[in-house]
């Protein structure tokens, strides 16, 4: 299993930035996909998960209505539309899968929200 993240960045509170992982290793268009987050000093914690087919998605309380989660099972990617970001958005955000009995992670991207 083998992620690549990227879209990551430098923005201004209220910008957009668009992530994309892209997935290898594994039937990807069969297994929901999450993305995750973690600030410094603090837990990784959900942002947004996916089902296979794309039909439910999920947030976290705190990007409902700015983050939209989305997949593209033909180039086996997952993508997170981030708007309205905001400071405490900054952390370094992951893609993930669970498969056969693991979790797998990306690498992470870092994104900092800054005036």
């Known amino acids: 299993v083998h992620f690549v993240e990227s879209g990551g960045g430098l923005v201004q509170p209220g910008g957009s930035l668009r992530l994309s992982c892209a997935a290898s290793g594994f039937l990807f268009r069969a297994y929901d996909m999450s993305w995750y987050r973690q600030a410094p000093g603090k837990a990784r914690d959900l942002v947004a998960s996916?089902?296979?087919?794309?039909?439910?998605?999920n947030y976290a309380d705190s990007v409902k209505g700015r983050f939209i989660i989305s997949r593209d099972n033909e180039k086996n990617a997952v993508y997170l539309q981030m708007n309205s970001l905001k400071i405490e958005d900054t952390a370094v955000y992951y893609c993930?899968?669970?498969?056969?009995?693991?979790?797998?992670w990306g690498q992470g991207t870092q994104v900092t929200v800054s005036a």
């Open positions: 996916i089902d296979s087919t794309a039909r439910r998605k």
């Open positions: 993930k899968v669970y498969h056969r009995g693991s979790n797998y």
